[in-house]
């Protein structure tokens, strides 16, 4: 089983950055691919950032050039830095590790960002 505890969200003015992070525990090495995932007030979960073993990463369209997600060489730590950020970004974001078994999902962190 992998945990996955999200951490780093919290209240901040547009413009302004946060970096989130999730920690990893368990059975790391089954990981292949991190992501992180957002859900806004009323709307769908959607994908933010991916980023795989191997170092190749994707971001949807609204997040390209301001946000950057990257991987220790642990593997167990994988982090979203969120710059100029936007009152649309404001959701609940959620780390998740893929594996060959499974995908995980940790329980979210809210970032709120005020206009």
């Known amino acids: 089983q992998v945990r996955l505890v999200e951490s780093g969200g919290g209240l901040v003015q547009a413009g302004g950055s946060l970096r989130l992070t999730c920690a990893a525990s368990g059975s790391i090495f089954s990981i292949n691919t991190m992501g992180w995932f957002r859900q806004g007030p009323g709307k769908q979960r959607e994908l933010v950032a991916l980023?795989?073993?191997?170092?190749?990463?994707n971001y949807t369209d609204s997040v390209k050039g301001r946000f950057t997600i990257s991987r220790d060489n642990a593997k167990n730590t994988v982090y979203l830095q969120m710059n100029s950020l936007k009152p649309e970004d404001t959701a609940v974001y959620y780390c998740?590790?893929?594996?060959?078994?499974?995908?995980?999902w940790g329980r979210g962190t809210q970032v709120t960002v005020s206009s």
């Open positions: 980023a795989t073993e191997g170092g190749i990463t």
């Open positions: 998740k590790a893929y594996t060959t078994r499974l995908n995980y």
